[in-house]
Every structure is written in structure tokens, then in C-alpha cells.
């Protein structure tokens, strides 16, 4: 999980897990080779509950001469402006400040304090959502640069470690709240099923184990499997529907899974039960008909395809009025900009990294080709540019129609401008003349995002 050298960002709630997690790498950094670095995640949650957490863990650290980082966030904002649960917002804010930090201070890895009873109450939790193998794989050692040393001891384990070594921590009363079904599952139901299987704990975790290598050898079946029946671009993609159908119905589930990632960027809150009527629109819905997916994604079935693209703000609008964008908007770089028109923010952030976004939402250009300030405005007639990769300018309209962007939704897409050259339609493409090149020395990244 750590090698020399590393530097190991420990995530420190101040509870009994984290606690015993940054005491127990602080005895091993010496003889492992490792530094660390502590971090406390504030939620804005639980008022001064959460000062006094946030205290803890700062105490604690400065007691093992450790490093220490706080990040506060405003998970309750979050939820509202995502539409998610309180808790799934918390734990992307939480996950989002935790490799906010690490980048900060160039750590290689983010050590968590999960127990094998997370891993149990993750997996029942799955199951009740109707969660398939990915589900059921439970919470991963170890993901991209995510450690959870403690995976394999039970929680009571923790608490006796806390005690020998007469460590203080903090407990969370929310932890409590019978009205959370996690917490309905810690304290009624898994001791429900330890009467009648003691071992169910370690059966569960044991059970994660065999479907993270199902999960793995399934994924590349998948993988397999999207590549002969998917025509992917940086706005949406298309499914073959007559090569779709000729796939087993788990490839068929596992495919619907994958496309929908691409997209959104993870499978968070994506039920069984909006895959399967992903897969029932594949197979036998009408023409036209449409399945709305978690992160504002839609399915929609054409004659022959399949279409999962994310619904843009102005969609509603457009099939409204049809009228397009009024007005120009100076986008300063760097900086931001925000379009209550089309619930759009744009932002602007100068960078020398190389990396193309994987979304779609986000763009990298030559930041020595850009003429600032940016310009923001919808099409007009005779507008043109070259895409990313062509040699000679293209008509907007007819770049439309070839990415296949729904004629109403044509009006509502905002265009960046550099002078009077197209950078960015937003969400589509990027011009070939603003590209990054291995030239490139400064880049530009705009990235847009919904407005709440």
C-alpha cells in the first residue's frame, strides 16, 4: 500500500478508526520509510460538534509531531445544489478535499480508516439498493492512490488498539441516528445476523473479496464488448442496436454501466433499475422514448441506436421557445464567468499541464494562442470553425447535425470566442488552432459547470 518514499496523507475524523489508524503508520514510518501527513475534513455539519472532531484531530497529530491539513466545505450546499443524499454529498466533498490537500502537498497516497465492518455494512448496503457484482465488491484496499489499511481487522479490534495505548478520540452521536440505514444496519441488523451467523462480518468482507475478481475479469469482457457495439464522442454516446442485442444479458447490463460512466464520470447513485430500463429501451422501447439517468443524463432510442448523452440546462428552454442566445459575456482569464441564461458557469484557470480532461465538460488550450479576454456567446448564422483534428473549417450547423446535437438544444449551446476565432463549443470540441501541441508551454483549462 506504501513504499519508501512515500508520503501518506492519513484522513483523521477523530474517531476511533482514524485515530487508531495515524497512531499505528506513526510507529511503522521509521521502519517502512514512509512520511506523514495528517488531514481533517470540516463538513459544516453538526456545528460545534464537528469544531470539537476538527480540534481532536489536530491535537492528536501535533501529539505524534505529525503534519496536519483542515479543509472546510459545505456539504449541506452541495447536497442541495446536487439534489444528492446529505451523506453520499458529504462523502464527495469529503473525497474531493482529501485530493485537493494531497495534491497540495505532493502525497502519494490517501489513507483511510475503514474497518472490516464497513466493508459488511457497505455490501448489505449494495445489496438493499439492488447493486450488482460492482456493488457487492464492497469498498477496494486500495483504489488509484486510496489506502484502507485497517480493511481486514474488525472494528472492535480498533477500539481495544485505542485502549492499550490509552488513545482519546471522539465519537460521533450521528453515528447513532436510527433514521440513516447505515446506522440501521450497524446496530440492528448485522447483530441480528450474528445470531444466526456469527462469522456473517468476515462472510460479507470474504464475499467482497470473490466479487472485486469476478468484478475484475467481468470489466474487461465489458470493456471487450463496448468497443464492438459503442461510437463514442466527447458529447455523447451511441449504441448499435442490433449489436447490442446480441450480447449476453450481463455484457448488456455491464455496457449500459460503462456508457454511463464515460459520461457522468462514476457510477454513483446508479441503481439496477436504471440500468435495466436503459436495457429494456435498447431491446423494446418505441422510437424516440427516453430514460432519465442519475447526473442529468438521458437515453434516448432512435430507429437503429442508442443515444446517452448529458442533458444540457437549456434543453427544457430550448423545447420551450426554440429562440436562441441573446447577449456576449467577457470571460476573464483567468477567472469566471456565470450565464444565468443557460445556468452555465464557465472558469477559467491557467495551468502547464499537458493532461487532456476526460470530460467533456472541461477543455485544454494553448494558453499563448489565446487572445483575453475570452468571448462567450451562442451560434450565429455563418458561423464556422476547425474541430480538434481537421484539416479545413467546418460549418457549425453542419458539425451539429454530424454530432447528432438535437436541433433544439443547437441554440442553448455557448460558443468560447478568442477575437473572432471559435475556441470551444462548450461541451463539444475544441478548435484545432487553439489546441495543445507538444510546443505548448502554457495551458488554459475552461471547464463548465451547471449552475445550482
Request: hydrophobic share 45%; with cysteine.
Amino acid at each position: 500500500m506504501a513504499a519508501r518514499g512515500d508520503l501518506v496523507l492519513v484522513a483523521v475524523s477523530g474517531g476511533p478508526d482514524s485515530t487508531a489508524l495515524l497512531h499505528a503508520l506513526a510507529q511503522l514510518r521509521a521502519a517502512l520509510g514512509f512520511k506523514l501527513r495528517a488531514a481533517h475534513v470540516h463538513h459544516g455539519i453538526r456545528g460545534k460538534e464537528a469544531d470539537l472532531d476538527a480540534a481532536a484531530a489536530e491535537a492528536l497529530a501535533r501529539s505524534l509531531r505529525i503534519p496536519f491539513s483542515l479543509r472546510r466545505v459545505d456539504a449541506p450546499a452541495h447536497a442541495r445544489a446536487s439534489g444528492l443524499s446529505l451523506e453520499t454529498a458529504a462523502r464527495e466533498v469529503r473525497y474531493a478535499a482529501l485530493a485537493a490537500i494531497a495534491r497540495r502537498c505532493r502525497a502519494s497516497k490517501i489513507a483511510t480508516g475503514h474497518t472490516m465492518d464497513d466493508q459488511a455494512e457497505t455490501v448489505l448496503l449494495n445489496l438493499l439498493r439492488g447493486a450488482g457484482p460492482r456493488g457487492l465488491a464492497g469498498i477496494p484496499p486500495v483504489r488509484d492512490r486510496i489506502i484502507r489499511p485497517l480493511l481486514d481487522l474488525r472494528r472492535d479490534e480498533v477500539a481495544r488498539y485505542c485502549q492499550a495505548d490509552n488513545l482519546v478520540y471522539r465519537v460521533d452521536r450521528s453515528n447513532l441516528d436510527l433514521s440513516h440505514t447505515r446506522n440501521r444496519l450497524r446496530h440492528e441488523i448485522i447483530p441480528a445476523l450474528e445470531r444466526v451467523q456469527p462469522a456473517i462480518v468476515s462472510q460479507l468482507a470474504r464475499l467482497a473479496g470473490i466479487m472485486r475478481a469476478e468484478d475484475q475479469f467481468m470489466s474487461q469482457q465489458a470493456e471487450a464488448a463496448f468497443r464492438a457495439v459503442a461510437s463514442p464522442t466527447e458529447q455523447q454516446i451511441t449504441l448499435r442496436l442490433d449489436a447490442f442485442a446480441a450480447l449476453a444479458p450481463a455484457l448488456q447490463r455491464r455496457v449500459v454501466r460503462q456508457v454511463i460512466a464515460r459520461i457522468k464520470g462514476d457510477e454513483l447513485d446508479l441503481e439496477l433499475e436504471r440500468v435495466e430500463a436503459v436495457v429494456r429501451l435498447a431491446l423494446s422501447g418505441r422510437t424516440g422514448a427516453v430514460v432519465e439517468l442519475p447526473g442529468g443524463l438521458r437515453a434516448r432510442r432512435s430507429y437503429h441506436e442508442l443515444l446517452v448523452a448529458q442533458a444540457s440546462p437549456a434543453t427544457a428552454r430550448a423545447s420551450q421557445n426554440g429562440k436562441p442566445i441573446c447577449g456576449q459575456w467577457e470571460l476573464p482569464v483567468p477567472g469566471e464567468l456565470r450565464i444565468s441564461e443557460l445556468g452555465v458557469r464557465l472558469v477559467a484557470r491557467l495551468s502547464r499541464s499537458k493532461k487532456l480532461p476526460a470530460k467533456p465538460t472541461a477543455a485544454l488550450l494553448d494558453a499563448d494562442a489565446i487572445q483575453a479576454p475570452l468571448l462567450v456567446r451562442g451560434k450565429l448564422p455563418g458561423d464556422r470553425f476547425r474541430p480538434s483534428g481537421m484539416r479545413a473549417a467546418v460549418k457549425l450547423q453542419d458539425f451539429f447535425v454530424n454530432m447528432k446535437v438535437p436541433r433544439a438544444d443547437r441554440n442553448h449551446v455557448p460558443l468560447v470566442l478568442s477575437g473572432d476565432q471559435i475556441v470551444w463549443v462548450v461541451g463539444h470540441r475544441v478548435s484545432d488552432d487553439f489546441k495543445v501541441t507538444a510546443g505548448t508551454r502554457r495551458t488554459l483549462l475552461l471547464e463548465a459547470r451547471k449552475l445550482a
